[in-house]
Nanobody, 120 residues
């Protein structure tokens, strides 16, 4: 099993920046994809960015350029930096580990979420 703990949320001024961190405990495999999702109030959860152990990244196209994801394989951590934040970036942000199992299925592990509010 994997346990994920996020930190770094809070209130951010419009145009400001944030850094979210996520620490994973338990076994993290090199094949695991780590990522960040967010869920605005009353809306479904959506992917923000993902990163594999080789540093390959994927971003939601509407967010690319304002968010940067990074991963430290030695420490089993993943971080998300956001810039030029807008009120519509307000959401609960979740850390995620996606794992492909040997039977071909996959499993997702989730953190408890951290609230980010962009407001003046």
């Amino acid at each position: 099993q994997v346990q994920l703990v996020e930190s770094g949320g809070g209130l951010v001024q419009p145009g400001g920046s944030l850094r979210l961190s996520c620490a994973a405990s338990g076994n993290i495999f090199s094949s695991d994809v780590m990522g960040w999702y967010r869920q605005p109030a009353g809306n479904p959860r959506e992917v923000v960015a993902q990163i594999d152990s080789g540093g390959g990244t994927w971003y939601d196209s509407s967010l690319q350029g304002r968010f940067t994801i990074s991963r430290d394989n030695a420490k089993n951590t993943v971080a998300l930096e956001g810039y030029s934040l807008k009120p519509e970036d307000t959401a609960v942000y979740y850390c995620n580990v996606w794992r492909r199992l040997t039977d071909g299925t996959n499993v997702n592990f989730w953190g408890q979420g951290t609230q980010v509010t962009v407001s003046s």
